[in-house]
């Protein structure tokens, strides 16, 4: 099933440079980018973002560090493109995520973990909203995208 996913390169991603790298992952596994944008997330929405931690120790410490320098959103749909995301980025804390994925090739600390990923279908929704209005989101089909996965 065709899924869509939120996809933020945190501060740390952006300034270390790894932009197109991050990006580069997505393309070359033959997910299919509808929405990206750079921001400066501001401090409601980073709050409305980061909701599920409100009670957690390190809420603000999350919330001060997305609002500290643009973000890289994007929106990306392919087969299972939720949980595909999530095991391309790496478990939470780069010092136990493995090696080949985001975090554990480029992170140390789990605070600068350099990205965000929709943990489900329905979140998903929710956060590609937050971050997205709906006429910055594009229709388009990718040249070849049936030599990746067949159409729904
Ligand atoms: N985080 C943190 N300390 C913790 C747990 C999480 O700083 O002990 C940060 C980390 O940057 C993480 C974010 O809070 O990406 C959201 O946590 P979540 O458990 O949702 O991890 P994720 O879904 O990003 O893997
Ligand atoms: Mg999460």
Known sequence: MTE??????????????????????FERRGLHLVGLKLLRVDRLVAERHYAEHRERPFF????D?????PVVAMAWEGPGAVGLVRTMMGATNP???A??????????DVGQNLVHG???????????????RPEELVTWERAG???VAPAD
């Open 4 to 25: 869509r996913t939120l996809v933020l390169i945190k501060p740390d991603g952006v300034q270390r440079g790894l932009v197109g790298a991050v990006i580069g992952r």
């Open 60 to 63: 603000a410490a999350v919330v």
């Open 65 to 69: 560090f997305i609002t500290s320098s």
């Open 95 to 97: 010092a136990t995520a």
């Open 99 to 108: 090696p080949g994925t985001i975090r554990g090739d480029f992170g140390v």
């Open 118 to 132: 929709s943990d489900g279908v329905a979140r998903a929704a929710e956060e590609v909203a937050l971050f997205f």
């Open 145 to 147: 995208q049936e030599w």
